[in-house]
T-cell receptor
Framework: SQELEQSPQSLIVQEGKNLTINCTSS?????LYWYKQKYGEGLIFLMM?????EEKSHEKITAKLDEKKQQSSLHITASQPSHAGIYLC???????????FGAGTRLTVKP | DAGVTQSPTHLIKTRGQQVTLRCSPK?????VSWYQQALGQGPQFIFQ???????QRGNFPDRFSGHQFPNYSSELNVNALLLGDSALYLC??????????????FGPGTRLTVL
């Protein structure tokens, strides 16, 4: 089983709609990373959260890390077809780049 | 500023063969990590190289080995290939400073198919 659980596994939304992807860990996280991946390609870094309660935004994407540092959410506002892809959360469990990833959430945005 | 590069892009091998994958880190980075990503799964950590030594290792057999060169580039070697080794192999680089971990930047990957 994955150390990080992502939900949902897949998501289909109409263009312009908002959506949220969740990432949950049973252990406290030293760092929580969000990446985006196009099918069969490398991972594109989106954001990194380290402090409990931290929230970061980039364009229409906002990521939050809860106070206990065990859950993170990624929110996309007014989704566009360019947002389509696989979103992966990764955790640095030991503060030394020992990364573990969730299975990913496949996002489809219908024009 | 070149990002992380990997070669080759695609590779087809048969069972029992050996393969070598290559990675050049992002300019200024000194640490290289390798991941295996099976279809529909998240990347699985194989190992990490820093200062030309393996610093950490995930749950992969000894058939998986690596090397880091003085210019920080790295190779991943897999011996006695199995069908289950078919996957996308990703290389990531980072700069490990005094503060500890830093963001990893990924290459485009090498797609390995074992027949």
């Amino acid at each position: 089983s994955q150390e990080l659980e992502q939900s949902p596994q897949s998501l289909i939304v109409q263009e312009g709609k908002n959506l949220t992807i969740n990432c949950t860990s049973s252990k406290t996280l030293y760092g929580l990373y969000w990446y985006k991946q196009k099918y069969g390609e490398g991972l594109i870094f989106l954001m990194m959260l380290q402090k409990g309660g931290e929230e970061k935004s980039h364009e229409k994407i906002t990521a939050k890390l809860d106070e206990k540092k065990q859950q993170s959410s990624l929110h996309i506002t007014a989704s566009q077809p360019s947002h389509a892809g696989i979103y992966l959360c990764g955790a640095d469990r030991n503060n030394n780049n020992d990364m573990r990833f969730g299975a990913g959430t496949r996002l489809t945005v219908k024009p | 500023d070149a990002g992380v590069t990997q070669s080759p892009t695609h590779l087809i091998k048969t069972r029992g063969q050996q393969v070598t994958l290559r990675c050049s880190p992002k300019s200024g980075h000194d640490t290289v990590s390798w991941y295996q990503q099976a279809l529909g799964q998240g990347p699985q950590f194989i190992f990490q190289y820093y200062e030309e030594e393996e610093r950490q290792r995930g749950n992969f057999p000894d058939r998986f080995s690596g090397h880091q060169f003085p210019n920080y580039s790295s190779e991943l070697n897999v011996n006695a290939l199995l069908l289950g080794d078919s996957a996308l192999y990703l290389c990531a680089s980072s700069l490990v400073g005094l503060a500890g971990a830093n963001t990893q930047y990924f290459g485009p990957g090498t797609r390995l198919t074992v027949l």
